[in-house]
């Protein structure tokens, strides 16, 4: 079946530093989509990427899909600690089927 | 406020037990999902409803139950777990099923004893 791999499974932070975190799928995908859980709360949807190649921004957040769509990442600029949480990838393989979840990166952040 | 409502948010039960989760969505979504979340492991696919109409089982044991009396609806009937079962349970809807992104409830707090 399907997997979806994210590394790192942790990332420790400065602040203030950037860090990328990478996701990679078993098989080619039609969409992946990002998000995020803060300590104790529930995943939030951040974005959702189609296109080959392509690539967007959510202020120091940067989405990226890879060329044959196996891959994505997500790129942070300048930590804060507003930035700790665990970011999950969601892959589907194609249009109507289920979201498949990789296993999250979670993010501390030292002040 | 998500717009998908859970309760209760804690709930611990013995093995003996029977209790109910119970999700609701405000958003006019057509489909709704259980996920179970435990350490250490992705989020784990439980049962999809589209239109009220169960379109997915991922080999979830019976002791799990659910229901989907309306298309804001669901319901996850719980009867005789194990400890293993303690996770938490996450109900989200998406406007389409397999299509668009997922809102999540902010989820119930398993533990079994």
């Known amino acids: 079946g399907q997997q979806v791999m994210q590394i790192p499974q942790y990332q420790h932070v400065q602040e203030g530093e950037d860090f990328t975190t990478y996701c990679n799928s078993s098989t080619t995908l039609s969409n992946i989509q990002w998000y995020k859980q803060r300590p104790g709360g529930h995943p939030v949807f951040l974005i959702q990427l189609v296109k080959s190649g392509e690539v967007k921004k959510q202020k120091r957040l940067t989405f990226q899909f890879g060329e044959a769509k196996k891959n994505s990442s997500l790129h942070i600029t300048a930590t804060q600690t507003t930035d700790v949480g665990t970011y999950f990838c969601?892959?589907?393989?194609?249009?109507?089927?289920?979201?498949?979840f990789g296993g999250g990166t979670r993010v501390l952040v030292k002040p | 406020e998500t717009g998908v409502t859970q309760t209760p948010r804690h709930l611990v039960m013995g093995m003996t037990n029977k209790k109910s989760l119970k999700c609701e969505q405000h958003?006019?979504?057509?489909?709704m999902y259980w996920y179970k979340q435990s350490a250490k492991k992705p989020l784990e696919l439980m049962f999809v409803y589209s239109l009220e109409e169960r379109v997915e089982n991922n080999s979830v044991p019976s002791r799990f139950s659910p229901e989907c009396p309306n298309s804001s609806h669901l319901f996850l009937h719980l009867h005789t777990l194990q400890p293993e079962d303690s996770a938490l349970y996450l109900c989200?809807?998406?406007?389409?099923?397999?299509?668009?992104?997922?809102?999540f409830g902010e989820g119930s707090r398993l533990t079994v004893l």
């Open positions: 969601a892959g589907r393989k194609a249009a109507g089927n289920k979201l498949t």
């Open positions: 958003l006019g979504h057509n489909a």
């Open positions: 989200a809807s998406s406007q389409e099923r397999g299509a668009g992104e997922l809102f």
